[in-house]
Antibody, heavy 122, light 110 residues
Framework: QVQLVESGGGLVKPGGSLRLSCAAS????????MSWIRQAPGKGLEWVSY????????YYPDSMKGRFTVSRDNAKNSLYVQLSSLRPEDTAVYYC???????????????WGQGTLVTVSS | QSALTQPPSASGSPGQSVTISCTGT?????????VSWYQQHPGKAPKLMIY???KRPSGVPDRFSGSKSGNTASLTVSGLQAEDEADYYC??????????FGGGTKLTVL
């Protein structure tokens, strides 16, 4: 069955950096687009990034461009996000989610991991 | 890209139907049939319930249905059951490789 397992979260000071990972199994990872989506405590969901199956194209909302860098290693079935210049408002659970199959319209996220908590505080 | 607008709460008694709205703009919901809905129980990951406005993934009960009119999408839960009590989020493709979510609606089964 499809499994997504995030890791790498923790407590970091403002201005610091953190690298999150997502290990995928149960499907052909290289055939799917992938996303990071976050949820601040008690708040709603917020899309963070979207990376195509090859890794050649990566999309971010304007509010996160320049601070977050997403990558993937299809040989290791893994998705990553490097979080930099972190602010207290970046405190959230970060989920990785599977997007569309390559070549399909990226219209939904059908499997989600359990998330990893990032806390930005001094 | 602004978040989609959902009511903060909705409620219904067991067996009743409840509809949750999700309002966007002509740039997202109004322009694409790429609306999806997610159910989230406390402390759990979101689960896809509806995609492309009205399609149900395998395993989702047919009590859940989706629709869209203009810039507003809706999720209807019929025959409410206790396990339907959860937070529900809508999402839409917003063009230019952007995705947007709603603020969420807490559904209470009375």
């Amino acid at each position: 069955q499809v499994q997504l397992v995030e890791s790498g979260g923790g407590l970091v000071k403002p201005g610091g950096s953190l690298r999150l990972s997502c290990a995928a199994s149960g499907f052909t990872f290289s055939d799917y687009y992938m996303s990071w989506i976050r949820q601040a405590p008690g708040k709603g969901l917020e899309w963070v990034s979207y990376i195509v199956s090859s890794g050649n194209f990566i999309y971010y909302p304007d509010s996160m461009k320049g601070r977050f860098t997403v990558s993937r290693d299809n040989a290791k079935n893994s998705l990553y996000v490097q979080l930099s210049s972190l602010r207290p408002e970046d405190t959230a659970v970060y989920y990785c989610a599977r997007g569309a199959a390559a070549g399909s319209v990226p219209s939904f996220f059908d499997y989600w991991g359990q998330g990893t908590l990032v806390t930005v505080s001094s | 890209q602004s978040a989609l607008t959902q009511p903060p709460s909705a409620s219904g008694s067991p067996g009743q139907s409840v509809t949750i709205s999700c309002t966007g703009t002509s740039s997202d919901i109004g322009n694409y049939n790429y609306v999806s809905w997610y159910q989230q129980h406390p402390g759990k990951a979101p689960k896809l319930m509806i995609y492309e406005v009205s399609k149900r993934p395998s395993g989702v009960p047919d009590r859940f249905s989706g629709s869209k009119s203009g810039n507003t999408a809706s999720l209807t839960v019929s025959g409410l059951q206790a396990e339907d009590e959860a937070d529900y989020y809508c999402s839409s493709y917003g063009g230019s490789s952007n995705w947007v979510f709603g603020g969420g609606t807490k559904l209470t089964v009375l």
